[in-house]
């Protein structure tokens, strides 16, 4: 609190400052002396969220460890309808000519960026595929390679690591034209170098059918009770000795969950939905329909209801 002069009062008395309003408030008699004033001073806030430490700074744009500079470097450019000005271009020019270390890491990181964009997926992976490309660009120059496939594989290698597995053909769907079969030389060709630069096998993470479970309901429209059944069978399958991918085995047990729901769905439906042909969905069935009553939950299907499920 301040001190000044209250025209109520008729003398000097302490005043209040209500920065929400911004009205200066005589502490005494509570006259308005001053409103809707304009707080001049700093406004020291963090906007840091995803930062550790708590710098109030406001100004710039976030640092990048990745890059030489910290990605905190000043681009020049022409500013439109001043081409004639030949300072500005001049500058533009010479920085143009000049060699950046970083241009292309930042056209990769933009890349992978748009690509976890189209997936929805977390910033945390789209680090973790940064920091992955950095390592390989690092290591070995990747001239001559297949670069969408070689950001398609990072970002399917990062989310493998983040426990939230996408599936090839999903990764594939943004890759730029990279094809599946690129996209697998090309993880097999990045988990070389780096088990060659740590000097051990590279940790993976394991995929388990639960991990693509919600998401395929989800694209199928299912209710929530046929999404707690498929979930709880697809656990109920881990203890199964069924030698099928995960994806397989997800894509089976919709199957059998949706033919014992009020809302059924068309194989070819399941098939669009988890991008598993028909044909692997219908073997994956074969070898999950004799052991039907294990797998379904009791509350969802009865017995009787069991028998009616077709035969493989």
């Known amino acids: 609190m301040a001190d000044s002069f209250c025209p109520d009062c008729n003398r000097p008395t302490e005043v209040v400052f209500d920065h929400s309003a911004g009205d200066t408030v005589c502490s005494e008699c509570g006259l308005v002396l001053e409103s809707h ?4 001073t700093s406004e020291w806030r963090t906007f840091a969220n995803e930062s550790a430490d708590n710098d109030p700074v406001r100004v710039g744009g976030p640092s ?4 030489v ?5 000043t681009v020049i450019s022409n500013p439109n309808g001043s081409s004639s000005d030949f300072f500005t271009s001049s500058l533009g020019r010479w920085q143009n000519r000049g060699a950046n270390p970083d241009r292309s890491l930042i056209q990769a990181f933009k890349t992978i960026a748009t690509m976890s964009d189209r997936l929805g997926l977390v ?5 973790r595929a940064n920091e992955i490309y950095k390592k390989v660009e690092d290591q070995k120059p990747l001239k001559g390679r297949n670069q969408d496939a070689i950001l398609a594989a990072c970002l399917y290698i990062a989310c493998r690591q983040e426990d939230k597995p996408r599936t090839v053909k999903e990764i594939c769907s943004v890759a730029n034209g990279a094809t599946k079969k690129e ?3 090309a993880k097999e060709y990045i988990v070389k170098q780096l088990e060659v630069e740590m000097g051990q096998s590279m940790e993976m993470g394991t995929i388990h059918a639960g991990d693509f479970l919600r998401r395929f309901c ?6 929530n009770q046929t999404v707690k059944a498929a979930q709880e069978a697809v656990h109920k399958s881990e203890e199964l000795d069924i030698r099928r991918s995960p994806i397989s085995i997800a894509a ?4 059998i969950i949706t033919q014992l729901s009020d809302d059924k769905k068309l194989l070819k439906d399941i098939s669009l939905a988890t991008g598993v042909a028909e044909g692997t969905i219908r073997n994956s069935y074969k070898d999950l329909h004799p052991h039907a009553s294990k797998l379904v939950p009791t509350w969802f299907a009865r017995a009787e ?3 009616n499920l077709c035969s493989p």
């Open 69 to 73: 500079d910290g990605g905190l470097s």
């Open 37 to 40: 004033s304009i707080d001049e």
């Open 183 to 185: 996209i697998g030389r």
């Open 123 to 127: 910033a945390t992976i789209k680090d």
């Open 64 to 67: 990048n460890p990745l890059l």
């Open 252 to 255: 089976a047990v919709i199957y």
């Open 305 to 307: 209801d069991l028998k």
């Open 218 to 223: 989800s694209h199928l429209g299912m209710s």
